[in-house]
């Protein structure tokens, strides 16, 4: 027989699921509005809601990515990619939290390596949407956030701001960003429905 905590921890797994949809559109909405907000000539006080976006955004991220990992978890085993991308998403989450604490420092060198923290992060979604894609009963899923790489990679490729650059374009950045934004909200929302077939585990 199972013990009561075996038993009900699908419903346990199932709130950080829910939880982590919550948490993954709230960053798609704070990384739009920070990026709406940040421009030349802004007022102290907004200055100082992007100063406090940007250090949330990473950690919301972070808590998405926590929520698809368990909703993988919930009706298949544990996956070699979806790991391997949890851990490069917080890799990415913990450099974008420091370098956000690093920016008015004398630090240069390190704000410098913490600047890439997107690369890190957009592996680990990448990753994890490869892992939901492969398998079965989770393609939409995994094909969203697949898509949602793939939007943060040009976004992040065509930033001028980005010391690794690839093609500095403004504006293909800023409409990437944006709907890299929504991506997040869509395939957050979609963590927020109920598995229509969550079973206890059989004795």
Do not use: N
Not at 56 to 74: K, M, V
Not at 94 to 106: A, D, F, K, N, S
Not at 116 to 140: I, V
């Amino acid at each position: 027989m199972y013990s009561k905590d075996v038993q009900t921890s699908p419903y346990t797994t199932l709130t950080r699921v829910r939880l982590g949809g919550t948490v993954a559109i709230l960053a798609g909405l704070c990384y739009g509005a920070a990026g709406y907000l940040d421009r030349p000539g802004i007022s102290g006080f907004t200055s100082a809601l992007v100063s406090v976006l940007s250090a949330a955004i990473p950690a919301l991220f972070l808590g998405g990515l926590l929520g698809l990992h368990s909703r993988l978890l919930l009706t298949s085993q544990r996956s070699l990619t979806s790991g391997a991308g949890l851990l490069s998403s917080c890799l990415g989450a913990m450099l974008g939290i420091v370098g956000v604490g690093l920016e008015q420092t004398p630090y240069l060198e390190l704000t410098r390596i913490t600047d890439w923290w997107w690369g890190p992060l957009l592996a680990g979604l990448t990753l994890m949407g490869l892992a939901a894609f492969l398998k079965e009963g989770f393609r939409p899923l995994g094909a969203l956030v697949l898509i949602s790489g793939a939007l943060g990679w040009v976004s992040l490729l065509t930033d001028p701001a980005f010391s690794g650059v690839l093609v500095p374009m403004r504006p293909v950045h800023v409409a990437f960003a944006a709907v890299f934004c929504l991506s997040f909200v869509a395939w957050g929302s979609m963590l927020l429905v109920r598995p229509h077939s969550l079973k206890r585990p059989k004795p």
